[in-house]
């Protein structure tokens, strides 16, 4: 029997639809084979990752979150929440998010859960 391949995103979703309704052959048929499938598959898996696992923490990224957890008070900066949606969107695969209204009491939890989140990661950087 045939082993599934895990999806990585979106991408793989809708190439998976279209290879099992024919539309990918059809596509093929009418623009060739590079039709440009393969680059926006890629796209969207990365826009809409279905990757459980965050993504380590690069070097460069260890020091300045250790920089930022030094400076880091109660209250957080719109600079530094630039830089922690920032981070977050990459460390963990996501889209890149940036709260539109500071007033909110929603938008100092979000920020303190992406804190929370990236602390962990960062725990677990091994050189």
């Known amino acids: 029997m045939a082993r ?16 099992a309704t024919g539309i990918k052959k059809a596509v093929h048929f009418i623009a060739g084979e590079d039709c440009g499938c393969d680059k926006r598959k890629e796209q969207l ?14 070097e460069e990224q260890y020091k300045e979150w250790n920089q930022f957890k030094e400076v880091r008070t109660l209250r957080i900066t719109q600079e530094q ?5 920032t981070l977050y969107a990459s460390i963990f695969n996501k889209p890149y998010w940036y709260p539109d209204c500071f007033a909110c009491g929603g ?21």
Do not use: W
Not at 45 to 58: G, I, Y
Not at 81 to 85: A, E, L, P
Not at 108 to 119: G, N, Q, Y
């Open 45 to 58: 898996n990365k826009l809409f990752s279905f990757k459980l696992k965050p993504n380590c923490f690069t």
């Open 4 to 19: 599934r391949k895990q999806n990585k995103g979106l991408g793989d979703v809708v190439e998976s639809i279209t290879e």
């Open 81 to 85: 929440t630039k830089y922690i949606c």
């Open 107 to 127: 938008t100092a939890r979000t920020i303190s859960d992406m804190i929370d989140r990236l602390d962990k990661v960062h725990e677990t950087y091994k050189n």
